[in-house]
Nanobody, 115 residues
Framework: QVRLVESGGGLVQAGGSLRLSCAAS????????IGWYRQAPGKQRELVAS???????NYADFVKGRFTIIRDDAKNTAYLQMNSLQPEDTAVYYC?????????WGQGTQVTVSS
């Protein structure tokens, strides 16, 4: 059974930082692209950042220069380092892994940025 478990969310003031973690079991990160998505209330889920198996990065324009996606295949863990957080970054953040076996999702972690 594949499980992705996010952690590290919370409440932070504008300008602050958080580091989200995504720990996987039942799947090898080595064979999958890893991505972080977010969904704010009343909005569609959107891609924040992704990293392929060969470390090719993709960042949404709204996080470029502020967020960094990191993968540690040896630990089967991915991270999203978020700096200079703004109230509009408030959302539930989801980890996802996709490859030949399909796409898998975590349960999400809430990030709230106060002004």
């Amino acid at each position: 059974q594949v499980r992705l478990v996010e952690s590290g969310g919370g409440l932070v003031q504008a300008g602050g930082s958080l580091r989200l973690s995504c720990a996987a079991s039942g799947i090898s990160f080595s064979y999958n692209t890893i991505g972080w998505y977010r969904q704010a209330p009343g909005k569609q889920r959107e891609l924040v950042a992704s990293i392929t198996t060969v470390h090719s990065f993709n960042y949404a324009d709204f996080v470029k220069g502020r967020f960094t996606i990191i993968r540690d295949d040896a630990k089967n863990t991915a991270y999203l380092q978020m700096n200079s957080l703004q109230p509009e970054d408030t959302a539930v953040y989801y980890c996802s892994a996709w490859g030949r076996g399909g796409q898998y999702w975590g349960q999400g972690t809430q990030v709230t940025v106060s002004s």
